[in-house]
């Protein structure tokens, strides 16, 4: 699922949770903007539940990737223009779910 690029030496080849995992910590860490993230986050999560039940390591973790990706959910490139602007996240609240859950799966 990685592209061809040296930001992405590192990124589990394998198709799993190590692979989200990499994902949220390289862009909370500022190794990747944020928008690779939105790009990139929900179809490696589809791919991985095609293969079958995830297999996290730990009910946390579990709840830390997924508060990301319901982060993800709402997101809107331009939450103003949207019907309902306040049940909308911007860039800004994607990039600040990845950092709190970067953090607390860091500490697992």
Known sequence: MADPDPRYATFPTEVGIPQLRWLIEHVADGHLPVEELIRQLRPIHEAIERQGRPKY???????LI??????LEFYS???SKEENPHEWH???????????????????
């Open 57 to 63: 390591t730990s009910k946390e973790e579990a709840r």
């Open 66 to 71: 997924w508060d990301v990706l319901w982060a």
């Open 77 to 79: 490139p331009n939450p």
């Open 90 to 108: 911007g860039v800004d609240v994607v990039l600040a779910e990845a950092q709190r859950a970067a953090k607390r799966l860091k500490e697992l």
